[in-house]
């Protein structure tokens, strides 16, 4: 069914990292960051847009470093997805707080707190105008949240992946915030993205990805309005794609 929006895409899927829920601390969720995150989402649902969230865990855990510490490494990686699960929470509850309906689905079943991810219900879900988490990555270790966002995107057959990085515009060749002088790219393809290895996803991601001829926007989540204007597809940040 054709989404009637305002915007250039009908259906994304927003990939936070989980430090985009840090605000400014060192660890875990800020509420008030993450009000301010859903008061950004709520502006893109009000273009008509349907919208999908992956966020990562990475504010709480990360399993390949967790697994360096003497974790058992796909006990970390498990440990990953349910911090997933606890900012998938987080993020729903100062939605809807912002007015906005949402359902949690979650790769891994966790009924008490979370429906289980069914790609037809979370369609129909998407339909009737609620905002979809997906939580618990891709259910499988040794995978990453934004392999778990290019695949849901393929899955639900999304017009894009909106990837939002905290403090950083888009994609560089060097890291901006250590680099002097490093340069952002205003388009690449996902090759380029692949052969430079630039860091910014994960190659995997980046591959289905392209596979599936997904656009990919990498923008600053900390500005206002930027996810916004991304959606409208105003040229902000980085647009990965294959030209
Ligand atoms: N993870 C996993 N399978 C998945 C997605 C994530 O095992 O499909 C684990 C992995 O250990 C990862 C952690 O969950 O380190 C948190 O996800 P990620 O590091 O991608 O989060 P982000 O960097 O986006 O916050």
């Known amino acids: 069914m054709a989404v009637q929006t305002k915007a250039k895409y009908g259906r994304v899927v927003l990939k936070l990292s989980g430090e985009a829920l840090l605000g400014d601390q ?3 969720i ?3 960051y993450t009000r301010y995150l859903a008061e950004e989402i709520r502006k893109v649902r009000d273009l008509g847009v349907q919208v999908a969230v992956v966020i990562g865990g990475g504010n709480i855990i990360r399993g390949a470093t967790i697994a360096e510490h003497g974790i058992e490494e796909a006990t970390g990686h498990y440990m990953g997805m349910l911090a997933m699960v606890i900012n998938a929470l987080a993020l ?3 939605l809807e707080s912002v007015g906005v309906p949402v359902r949690v689905q979650s790769a891994i079943t966790i009924a008490e707190v979370a429906e289980p991810y069914i790609r037809r219900r979370a369609i129909h879900q998407l339909e009737k105008g609620s905002v979809v988490i997906f939580a618990a990555g891709t259910g499988n270790p040794f995978f990453t949240s934004d392999t ?3 695949l849901r995107a393929a899955e639900i057959n999304a017009d894009a992946i909106l990837m939002g990085k905290n403090r950083v515009d888009g994609v560089y060749d060097a890291d901006p915030q250590v680099v002097r002088g490093a340069k952002k790219y205003d388009e690449l393809t996902y090759r380029d993205l692949l052969e430079k290895r630039l860091g910014v996803m994960d190659a995997t991601a980046a591959a289905l990805a392209e596979e599936r001829g997904i656009p990919i926007i990498v923008f600053d989540i900390s500005q206002p309005d930027a996810m916004v204007r991304a959606a409208k ?3 902000i940040g ?3 794609h294959s030209k």
Do not use: N, R, Y
């Open 233 to 235: 597809g105003e040229h």
């Open 30 to 32: 800020s509420p008030e």
């Open 26 to 28: 060192k660890f875990g």
């Open 148 to 150: 778990a966002a290019a």
């Open 238 to 240: 980085t647009l990965v």
């Open 92 to 94: 729903q509850s100062q």
